[in-house]
């Protein structure tokens, strides 16, 4: 389907593709709609020109996944949210955990490192090995991330057991250099 390169195989390709990555990118972005659009379109555009070197040395669908993360990376430097470092407010937590909604609000108010790791181990499937690689960062640091992000999550969606002193959320973001 790939060697062909006509419109069909590209519109299958991307029909098949493009409602993951598009998911991964809200998840990855914030719920960002206009940011995640324009990163599904930038993972594209990079994906058809670099069509050619690909080696099929990993499924077509991690090459993608890939590309779209390195997107995601470059529109946050861009944005300059790796410099931000701030505390986050969860004294007064929403009332109602159990709702999709209260996941997703406090999914977007994780530092960006802890956010990029969760997605993309708990949700998208993602080994620590994987994700060290796509994210540029050591195995270790991925654990790490992905083990704060939970506590960070539990303390948003207002765990009744969440260890005093955990009431705010401030780490510096390695995830993004």
Known sequence: MLKSRDEASFRA?????????YALALRL???RTHDAEDVLQECW?????????????SQLRTWLTAILV???????RAAREELDVEELDVSAPNEDVGSRI???????????????????H???GFTHD???????I?????????????????????????PPGSDSIVESDPIVT
């Open 122 to 124: 708990d949700i998208a």
């Open 29 to 31: 972005l914030a719920d």
């Open 70 to 76: 390195n997107c995601c990376r470059e529109l946050w």
């Open 45 to 57: 555009i990079r994906a058809v020109a670099g069509l050619r070197g690909f080696a099929w040395q």
């Open 138 to 162: 050591e195995t270790g640091t991925s654990k790490s991330q992905l083990s704060r992000a939970r506590r960070a999550m539990r303390v948003l969606l207002g765990s009744a057991h969440a």
């Open 13 to 21: 390709l991307y029909a098949r593709h493009s409602p993951a990555l």
């Open 102 to 120: 209260d996941v997703a609000n406090a999914l977007a108010r994780l530092p960006t490192g802890y956010r990029a790791v969760l997605v993309l």
């Open 130 to 136: 994987e994700i060290a690689e796509q994210l540029r």
